[in-house]
């Protein structure tokens, strides 16, 4: 089984460009993974940011991205604000069975 | 707008079973796959299987498989999620997702004796 792997923790400034990756143990993460990324809260359900590598959800705010960036999947925030302070999952599709990374939690300071 | 509206809370003992909802709203529901996805207390997310509304055809993660059976109702555009054999470390919010990424506000199912 698949192991998609996440950065367990990042810092941001405010205002400041933030890029957190999604790996995967079977070698390099392509559209073909059709990467999520999702933001959590706490107390709250999880909300979708970008599906398919790079396609925003219509409340996904301007300054956060997804691409493909040296084999991994990412999400790029630019001009970080106070509340994108949370945690954030990616999610790769294999042969139809989908994994989630361990989440990245992010700080912003 | 896509809704995804979950049933309440239960309280399970261990090795009951549970069955949960999703009524689907503000699309035509046999045109996207519902997922399922849970979150124990202070855990990330794990995902756990989907159903196809239109063709009934279902992929349960390998960790599930014999435990969880997925179903839908297409006339009342409900999904059903039903765990068997609960544990206590069943005991987590049960979300549903439709493809592109619409949530339900998740369903807490705590397993206790």
């Known amino acids: 089984q698949a192991v998609v792997t996440q950065e367990p923790s990042l810092t941001v400034s405010p205002g400041g460009t933030v890029t957190l990756t999604c790996g995967s143990s079977?070698?390099?993460?392509?559209?073909?993974?059709?990467p999520y990324w999702f933001q959590q809260k706490p107390g709250q359900a999880p909300r979708t940011l970008i599906y398919?590598?790079?396609t925003k959800q219509s409340w996904t705010p301007a300054r956060f991205s997804g691409s493909l960036l040296g084999g991994k999947a990412a999400l790029t925030l630019s001009g970080a604000q106070p509340e994108d302070e949370g945690e954030y999952y990616c999610s790769l599709l294999y042969s139809g069975a989908r994994g989630f990374g361990g989440g990245t939690k992010l700080t912003v300071l | 707008q896509v809704q995804l509206v979950q049933s309440g809370a239960e309280v399970k003992k261990p090795g009951a079973s549970v069955k949960v909802s999703c009524k689907a709203s503000g699309y035509t529901f046999t045109d996207y796959h519902i997922h399922w996805v849970r979150q124990a207390p202070g855990q990330g997310l794990e995902w756990m299987g989907w159903?196809?509304?239109?063709?009934?055809?279902?992929k349960y993660a390998q960790k599930f498989q014999g435990g969880v059976t997925m179903t839908r109702d297409t006339s009342i555009s409900t999904a059903y999620m039903e765990l068997s054999s609960l544990r206590s470390d069943d005991t987590a919010m049960y979300y549903c997702m439709r493809t592109w990424g619409y949530w339900g506000q998740g369903t807490l199912v705590t397993v206790s004796s």
């Open positions: 398919d590598t790079s």
């Open positions: 159903i196809n509304p239109n063709s009934g055809d279902t």
């Open positions: 079977t070698g390099a993460v392509t559209s073909g993974h059709y």
